[in-house]
């Protein structure tokens, strides 16, 4: 069996950066190693060698999902160069090697075991472009083209040793223009309207809304507390809680004015929100209106929080695993960011994310994997792949 390190080594220096997008040259790794193993597959390309790669045969229960576009990454500020894909002190180096060609890796060394121990596969393989921005060439456009039928899926996201995510926040992004009344910039505030001005009355208000909680089920209090918990210690942040139970924001973008001595007439504002459970987005949008007269939306992308049941036997069992490999109790938590398991779940797949990677290091310099997470990924995920074929045994 080829060790999940040296997979996933392979991988990082397989340049796939996102943008621009192209990923045929991991999707052909991938390829080669699934038909060196005799598992059939098929590719789905879009414009710009955007593509991804879905295993053959009957549909499955269970499905795997991961994704092999990465962010962008300069060379300043590395250890180990970002494409150097570098083994070195328990670790493999390098963009991507937590986010998430490490959890890739995982994937494939594990269906190796599994295929060298003379047991078919009982799980769908679904690798994808283009997560990082949005999924539209990806797992999208996968679901359009109906190419995945509804199932139980495991997409290899890096997460917590101990906890496996089974729901995420909601994504409102907003791209707002403000326009405003010009005049002589000596005699503002008592003449002309500011467009800039009116931009941060409103981050004034989006601020407030910061500080408001809304319901959720009593049957999440418990996960929602964990989560916080561990929030607070991978990030080492007070206030844990307030990430899932309350609208996070970042004005990404805000540009404007015309000259330093005119009343901006034009401003535009690039917000990101996350949701949380509990909170309507359409509500929440109506009032950040009502208190921009002056602004117009120009695009919106809307995505509801999502959630797998965690009383659901999926999760009972992932959780069950990752214990026996981790050797202490497993329990689900619900994830701050966003990822393609939004679409899927959206789409009628159970989703939980789970894999192996450094969450401090994501998109950020000296990305890194422990070579020992591999591992346990690795062994909990042929676990998992074993687990399913007994169900279909007995069945």
Known sequence: MREPQKICSDLVAIRSENPPGETSSPIKYIRDFLD?????????CTP???CNLVTTGEPKPFMFCGHVDVVPALEEGWIYPPFSGTIEGGYVWGRGSSDMKGGVAAILSACEALVEAGKALPATLAFVCDEETGGENGVRYLLEQDVLAPCDCLIAEPSPALHPCIGQKGLCRLEL????????GSLYPLVGVSAVMEAMHLLEYIQCLHEQSFPFNDNLREIIRTS???????FKIDKGNEILER??????????????????QNCNLDLEMRIPLGCDIRELIMGIMEHAPHASIVKETL?????????????SLVCREVEAVQGRPASPILQWAASDARH???AGFRVIEYGPGELATLHATNERVRVAALEKATEIYLRIMRAYSSRSSAS
């Open 177 to 184: 223009r403000f326009t405003g009344t010009p005049g002589h």
């Open 48 to 50: 710009g060698g955007r």
């Open 344 to 346: 899927l779940r959206a």
């Open 247 to 264: 609208v996070t924001f970042n004005p990404g973008v805000i540009s404007g004015g015309e000259k330093v001595n005119i009343v901006a």
């Open 303 to 315: 995505h509801e929080p999502s959630l797998t049941d965690p009383s659901c036997d999926f999760v």
């Open 36 to 44: 060196d193993l005799g598992i059939g597959s098929k590719v789905f």
């Open 228 to 234: 916080s918990q561990v929030f607070s210690e991978e």
